[in-house]
């Protein structure tokens, strides 16, 4: 079969969740027995969001292969299973900077560069990238933005004409809009929709699919209207209404048929609706989980999607624990000694979080020391790790001023420090460790143990700084093992206290590894052994 292409579009309002309906859609398509694969396209001229504010995009996921990506690509993984790499996630930026490269190699042969056809020939060509490399069935792309958006248009030029090569078999365009609830006059209001859908039309993209959003149920006689004006079937308007949690909207979208319409309408005869068998395994347990479990989330970013893989890798350990995990955050420039024993009251374990710079990085280590000598479970991942590190050396090593070169350049005792090779490469992308690295787990540790004791384990890293093996033997003899080693490099990537009921930091992100069906074994142990301790 032709690889066929889904365009995923939205109108009337951002963050309507056009990232979760692919996903959705791309499980449902992988139950039919379908090789999927799906892509996010960004109009922000930013080159990858890795140098971006977690304010302003949320967390910056990163691929198995080292790229930094918008953070739906997470959910498509976590849904799907799939492995996506730098080829699933395009910005403006990087488009617009290889048409620049080409022009300055002389591609062109000296030819005026334009939107159309050159910008427009480039988002095409990274469209069907993935499915050159490699078959796929189907190909899912998220545009990011919303219709209407001067940066989305050379993206929406781009399908249409894509969509024109292609033909009406191979191509279809689901648009995703908002159907707002007036309370004051007890309406739902459709006019955003239409206009919405007038706009794509006006760009020449008819669209086939209609997905609603809404807080609440859509009667048959709105989606016909919608339908009606909008120049769709009535079964292809499909309602997306809040729920109770992301897992559950595939279930929605299948119990509408959504998928099969899809199918359907590229000639493809759907078949016998697949059962979802581990899928709806896993929401019954997350509803039969009645015991509440509290976790504080140790940062500087008081923003849900600033630690969004975080929050969703505990909600998974949590579902397989019988568990309900509840995350609350807590401020870390807020924390101080006088506090930190009210501020942790009540909360069965602790992740000290990652991100970069000086600020909050203090209540951080206070954090991590009252865990460590009140056999609080605590979770370091990356700078949270290094904070470990850092309390470590000043409270039980002896070591006055120890720190991160990164916070303190001219500090006494670099625990943590930057690779020397590193040193003098000043583009901030070029410093960063990024993608999956080998890590050696020493037998006998809790660590081993909670991998399955698997030796050799694979995990993805964003960060700059390293601990410093000078200072291996004193931590080692004072109790925090270095139980995990980059078997090439001899980096640290896993302190523990063997000692401690679970305190262990990873200079790795494993939040990015954790998936709905197969859920991180680290969040699995560390929630497993808070749920103990809490009884």
């Given at each position: 079969m032709d690889t066929k292409y889904i365009f995923i579009t939205g109108g009337v309002t951002s963050s309507l969740g056009k990232g979760i309906i692919s996903a959705s859609l791309g499980k449902l398509l992988q139950a039919r027995g379908y090789k999927i694969t799906i892509q996010k396209f960004d109009p922000y001229i930013n080159i990858d969001p890795g140098t971006l504010n977690p304010y302003e995009?949320?967390?910056?996921y990163v691929t198995a292969d080292g790229m930094e990506t918008d953070l739906d690509l997470g959910h498509y993984e976590r849904f799907t299973g799939i492995e996506t790499t730098r080829d699933n996630s395009v910005t403006t930026g990087r488009i617009y900077l290889s048409v620049i490269e080409k022009e300055r190699h002389g591609d062109y042969l000296g030819k005026t560069i334009q939107v159309v056809p050159h910008i427009t020939d480039e988002i095409k060509h990274r469209i069907r990238l993935n499915a050159s490399k490699e078959h796929f069935d189907f190909v899912i792309t998220e545009i990011g933005g919303t219709i209407g958006d001067i940066e989305s248009q050379p993206f929406l030029e781009a399908i249409r004409q894509l969509r024109w090569e292609l033909g009406p078999q191979n191509s279809i365009n689901?648009?995703?809009?908002?159907?707002?609830?007036?309370?004051?006059?007890?309406?739902?209001?459709?006019?955003?929709?239409?206009?919405?859908v007038k706009q794509l039309q006006g760009l020449g993209i008819q669209p086939e699919v209609l997905v609603l959003r809404t807080e609440h149920p859509l009667s048959d006689e709105l989606r016909s209207k919608v339908a009606h004006f909008c120049n769709v079937d009535t079964a292809a308007v499909i309602q997306s209404q809040d729920l109770s949690s992301i897992y559950e909207v595939p279930v929605n979208?299948?119990?509408?048929?959504f998928d099969e319409?899809?199918?359907?309408?590229?000639g493809i005869t759907p078949g016998e609706r697949p059962a979802l068998g581990p899928w709806r395994e896993y929401l019954e347990r997350r509803k039969n989980a009645t015991k509440t479990i509290t976790i504080g989330l140790v940062g500087k970013y008081d923003l849900q999607d600033a630690y969004k893989s975080i929050l969703e890798s505990l909600a998974h350990a949590g579902v397989y624990n019988d568990r309900k995990v509840k995350a609350l955050f807590v401020n870390s420039e807020h924390i101080t000694r006088k506090n930190i024993a009210d501020t942790l009251k009540g909360m069965a374990g602790i992740v000290i979080c990652p991100g970069f710079g000086q600020r909050g990085i203090e209540g951080k280590i206070i954090a991590a020391e009252y865990a460590r000598e009140h056999n609080l479970p605590a979770f370091g991942i990356c700078l949270g790790m290094q904070m470990m590190v850092i309390e470590f050396a000043r409270h039980v090593l002896g070591l006055d001023g120890a720190d991160s070169i990164e916070m303190n350049p001219t500090t006494p005792h670099?625990?943590?420090?930057?690779?020397?090779e590193q040193k003098n490469i000043t583009n901030l992308g070029g410093t960063m460790r990024l993608g999956a690295y080998d890590c050696q787990i020493k037998p006998d540790t809790r660590t081993y143990n909670a991998y399955g004791k698997k030796e050799l384990i694979k995990e993805r890293h964003r960060h700059r700084y390293e601990f410093n093996n000078k200072y291996l033997a004193d931590f080692e003899t004072a109790g925090m093992k270095c139980v995990g080693t980059n078997p090439g490099s001899g980096l640290v990537e896993i302190v523990e206290?063997?000692?401690?009921?679970?305190?262990?930091?990873?200079?790795?992100?494993?939040?990015?590894?954790?998936t709905v069906l197969h859920p991180h074994p680290l969040f699995m142990d560390f929630i497993k052994t808070c749920a103990e301790l809490q009884k």
């Amino acid at each position: 079969m032709d690889t066929k292409y889904i365009f995923i579009t939205g109108g009337v309002t951002s963050s309507l969740g056009k990232g979760i309906i692919s996903a959705s859609l791309g499980k449902l398509l992988q139950a039919r027995g379908y090789k999927i694969t799906i892509q996010k396209f960004d109009p922000y001229i930013n080159i990858d969001p890795g140098t971006l504010n977690p304010y302003e995009h949320g967390e910056c996921y990163v691929t198995a292969d080292g790229m930094e990506t918008d953070l739906d690509l997470g959910h498509y993984e976590r849904f799907t299973g799939i492995e996506t790499t730098r080829d699933n996630s395009v910005t403006t930026g990087r488009i617009y900077l290889s048409v620049i490269e080409k022009e300055r190699h002389g591609d062109y042969l000296g030819k005026t560069i334009q939107v159309v056809p050159h910008i427009t020939d480039e988002i095409k060509h990274r469209i069907r990238l993935n499915a050159s490399k490699e078959h796929f069935d189907f190909v899912i792309t998220e545009i990011g933005g919303t219709i209407g958006d001067i940066e989305s248009q050379p993206f929406l030029e781009a399908i249409r004409q894509l969509r024109w090569e292609l033909g009406p078999q191979n191509s279809i365009n689901v648009h995703l809009t908002l159907v707002p609830y007036l309370a004051a006059a007890g309406e739902l209001k459709t006019k955003p929709t239409q206009t919405s859908v007038k706009q794509l039309q006006g760009l020449g993209i008819q669209p086939e699919v209609l997905v609603l959003r809404t807080e609440h149920p859509l009667s048959d006689e709105l989606r016909s209207k919608v339908a009606h004006f909008c120049n769709v079937d009535t079964a292809a308007v499909i309602q997306s209404q809040d729920l109770s949690s992301i897992y559950e909207v595939p279930v929605n979208m299948q119990n509408q048929g959504f998928d099969e319409v899809i199918l359907t309408k590229m000639g493809i005869t759907p078949g016998e609706r697949p059962a979802l068998g581990p899928w709806r395994e896993y929401l019954e347990r997350r509803k039969n989980a009645t015991k509440t479990i509290t976790i504080g989330l140790v940062g500087k970013y008081d923003l849900q999607d600033a630690y969004k893989s975080i929050l969703e890798s505990l909600a998974h350990a949590g579902v397989y624990n019988d568990r309900k995990v509840k995350a609350l955050f807590v401020n870390s420039e807020h924390i101080t000694r006088k506090n930190i024993a009210d501020t942790l009251k009540g909360m069965a374990g602790i992740v000290i979080c990652p991100g970069f710079g000086q600020r909050g990085i203090e209540g951080k280590i206070i954090a991590a020391e009252y865990a460590r000598e009140h056999n609080l479970p605590a979770f370091g991942i990356c700078l949270g790790m290094q904070m470990m590190v850092i309390e470590f050396a000043r409270h039980v090593l002896g070591l006055d001023g120890a720190d991160s070169i990164e916070m303190n350049p001219t500090t006494p005792h670099n625990v943590i420090d930057i690779m020397e090779e590193q040193k003098n490469i000043t583009n901030l992308g070029g410093t960063m460790r990024l993608g999956a690295y080998d890590c050696q787990i020493k037998p006998d540790t809790r660590t081993y143990n909670a991998y399955g004791k698997k030796e050799l384990i694979k995990e993805r890293h964003r960060h700059r700084y390293e601990f410093n093996n000078k200072y291996l033997a004193d931590f080692e003899t004072a109790g925090m093992k270095c139980v995990g080693t980059n078997p090439g490099s001899g980096l640290v990537e896993i302190v523990e206290i063997t000692s401690h009921p679970w305190y262990i930091g990873t200079q790795f992100h494993p939040e990015y590894s954790s998936t709905v069906l197969h859920p991180h074994p680290l969040f699995m142990d560390f929630i497993k052994t808070c749920a103990e301790l809490q009884k």
